[in-house]
């Protein structure tokens, strides 16, 4: 008698247990996913459906506000997205580059002044690059770089270099040292045993650094807003735009907002695993 | 005789003064060149340039723009905005991102992988993407939030348009958007505990609190002052979120120092008074930035 009772006893408690803990999960996604869908949601509305009294959730989806995006002259935010992937993914390979061989000397030579250049380079990750936009945009105007995509790269090129040198560095690290001299053994030179070996073990890491340094510069607002003005805009800045005024077209500036978070997404989503491990290293190393 | 003649064959051989250059560069040099470079020019070179505008007014030395700076009220109150936002913003992530890390680390490592992933999308969306959703999910009569708040009985709040909502409005958002970073960084420091010494304590009769208190929160702290370290770093840049969420408003109260970098520049064009607030930001970015560096040396030297 007293055995059935036992197990049902165990078996309740383990399910209280579970549930509180499934509903957090569910608030958890929700609070994360929800805003994000709805303003992909308010894109494929029309106006009445955005402004009707209670939220419309079910409704006939209309890409009119990416065709009058896109497409209507005018609007240019086709030639912000065209600016946006050019910056950012010019601005990327350069930070690897340029990154890539500073960590390359810093975690296979020692040196003396080693510790100052490590904390030099830590430090301008640190500081806040708000505090270098006024002389720069003096330095930028002497040389007539304002509202250029110049500009944008070479800036996004020097915020990121630090943090990703930092990481590069972490990863090649990473990579024994005599696995490279096994291959000058096999007669490889110095600087080629580096990029057959060491380049090819530590490529995660280099994926990882290209995703977020690519990320920063895809997301940037503060440089753009302030060194462009027509030619050299880029997406975010369209965001911005059509706001004030009493009627906001929201469904204009969700189809902005969704073409700038989509690819972010995207290639967040399919590099995860290497997201993951780049903003740990990049930090707790 | 020999000893002294006898390189002299082999230095007519080679090429000397190649030689020499060649030991006069050493390898580590030429490949830590460029980022140096980049990184003087335009970042720290910069910076200091502000210092020196910041005490300069018509080519003389002058503390002038740091009175007239340091005594307006809206330099007080964008000090005060951004200082309470960070501390407002990085408690409330450090509570979320802890509680989303723990019911997340007892899960098996597919459904977390999978759970993380998607925790961690608001993290890669832009700062003014994120202001833009808030101020629709925020908007006095089409937002979602007022409307959920209808369903429950509650009165619509008028979010972007009172500063005290206001002030929550751009905490919400950013509080939506980093703590995914907060997750990542303890989830990372939680995986990293070894699993025996939890072990240890449970067998030695130490309750779930015990263990939490004394061996969990503990081994944790690189994690947490790191998370805290970073997002302080991070506040600081705080811009174009409140842009665009509520304009700075109402009046000014959530003007952060950045977006006032702006304004003193571009709207009144006052060049001293615009460096003395980047000097502001310069020193508690510095501060920050050394506590940060002090901790990084002193865990590689442990």
Known sequence: MAAPVSVQGRNLPSWTRGAPRAAAVVALLAWSLFPILWIVLTSLKTRLEILADEPVFWFTPTLDAYRRTLFSPGAGVLSDLLNSVGITMASTVATILVAGLAAYSLARFAFRGKGPVLTFILASRLLPPISAVIPLFLLFSTFGLIDTHAALILVYTALNAPFAAWLLKSFFEGVPKELEEAAELDGCSALGAFFRVTMRLAAPGIVATGIITGNMAWNEFLFAFMFTSVDATTLPLALAELKGGEQIAWQDLGARATLLMLPALTVGLWSQKYLVSGLTAGSLK | ?302
């Open chain 2, 1 to 302: 005789m020999m000893t002294v003649e006898a390189p002299a064959p082999d230095r007519l051989h080679e090429p000397p003064t190649q030689r020499r250059r060649m030991r006069r560069i050493p390898p580590w040099l030429l490949p830590l060149l460029p980022v140096l470079l980049l990184i003087a020019g335009l970042l720290i070179w910069p910076m200091v340039q502000a210092l020196v505008e910041s005490v300069s007014v018509d080519g003389q030395w002058s503390t002038s723009a740091y009175e007239q700076v340091l005594g307006d009220a809206v330099f007080q109150q964008a000090l005060r905005y951004t200082l309470v936002f960070t501390a407002a913003t990085i408690a409330l992530e450090l509570l979320l991102g802890f509680g989303a890390a723990s019911l997340l680390d007892g899960m098996r490592a597919r459904t977390r992988k999978l759970l993380t992933a998607a925790l961690m999308l608001p993290y890669l969306i832009a700062p003014v993407a994120a202001g833009l959703i808030w101020r629709l999910m925020l908007d006095y009569s089409i937002g979602t939030i007022n409307w959920g708040l209808g369903l429950v009985g509650i009165e619509a709040v008028n979010w972007l348009g009172s500063a005290s909502p206001a002030f929550w409005a751009t905490v919400l958002s950013e509080v939506w958007r980093s703590t995914p970073f907060v997750l990542i960084i303890l989830l990372a420091g939680m995986a990293a505990m070894p699993t025996d010494v939890l072990e240890a304590a449970r067998v030695d009769g130490a309750s779930r609190a015990q263990v939490f208190a004394f061996i969990k929160l503990p081994l944790l702290r690189p994690a947490i002052a790191v998370a805290l370290l970073f997002q302080t770093i991070f506040k600081l840049r705080l811009f174009e979120l409140p842009f665009i969420l509520t304009g700075g408003g109402p009046g000014n109260s959530t003007t952060p120092l950045g977006l006032l970098v702006h304004q003193y520049y571009f709207r009144y064009a006052n060049t001293a008074t615009a460096s003395v607030v980047s000097v502001v930001l310069l020193v508690l970015g510095a501060v920050i930035a050394f506590a940060y560096i002090r901790w990084v040396y002193r865990e590689v030297d442990a």
